[in-house]
Nanobody, 123 residues
Framework: QVRLEESGGGWVQAGSSLSVSCSAS????????VGWFRQTPGKEREFVAA????????YYADSVKGRFTISRDSAETTWYLQMNMLKPEDTSVYYC????????????????WGQGTQVTVSS
């Protein structure tokens, strides 16, 4: 049973940094991609960043490029989203997800999802 669990959300002021984590277990992840998405009430869930399991390739939404960094630990069990220069518009519930096939940018490609963690950025 694949399980993804996010942690590390919270409240920060604009311009600050915050890191969220995603712990993965229960699967043979060798060819998978782990992605981060976010969703605010009334809006579509949007792609934020993704990384291949090997760590060879990373992908970012234009809105976060240069501010956010996706990474993973050497044990390949925990994934991180380091968020710098946060803006109020980054306020959202952040989800990590695991993809087996399909576009890394599309939420429909991701089979497994965590429960989400709230990030709130005040102005």
């Amino acid at each position: 049973q694949v399980r993804l669990e996010e942690s590390g959300g919270g409240w920060v002021q604009a311009g600050s940094s915050l890191s969220v984590s995603c712990s993965a277990s229960g699967g043979a992840f060798g060819n998978w991609v782990v992605g981060w998405f976010r969703q605010t009430p009334g809006k579509e869930r949007e792609f934020v960043a993704a990384m291949t399991w090997s760590g060879s390739y990373t992908y970012y939404a234009d809105s976060v490029k240069g501010r956010f960094t996706i990474s993973r630990d050497s044990a390949e069990t925990t994934w991180y989203l380091q968020m710098n220069m946060l803006k109020p518009e980054d306020t959202s519930v952040y989800y990590c997800a695991a993809r087996v096939t399909g576009s890394v940018y599309s939420q429909s490609s991701y089979r497994y999802w965590g429960q989400g963690t709230q990030v709130t950025v005040s102005s």
